[in-house]
């Protein structure tokens, strides 16, 4: 059996059918907070989902 690549990914993923969910921040409610949510996927199995959040800054100068 393989293994479904379900932790860290840019989607959220089930690791029960390997199912990537699209537009998964629509499964939490705030897209900065670091929570834990139940879904339920379309095969049938319920699993949880945890987001982790990374904040990078960028500057430049201003023009003169």
Same mark, same amino acid.
């Given at each position: ?5 379900? !932790?860290?990914?840019? !989607? ?5 059918? %390997? ?6 921040? !629509? ?7 670091? !929570? ?7 095969? %049938? ?20």
């Amino acid at each position: 059996m393989n293994e479904i690549d379900h !932790e860290y990914t840019e !989607e959220v993923v089930c690791p029960y059918c %390997g199912y990537k969910h699209t537009e998964s921040y !629509e499964f939490f409610s705030d897209i900065a907070s670091e !929570e834990e949510v139940e879904i339920d996927c379309d095969c %049938g199995e319920t699993f949880i989902a945890n987001q982790s959040v990374s904040v990078h800054y960028y500057t430049r100068k201003t023009e003169k």
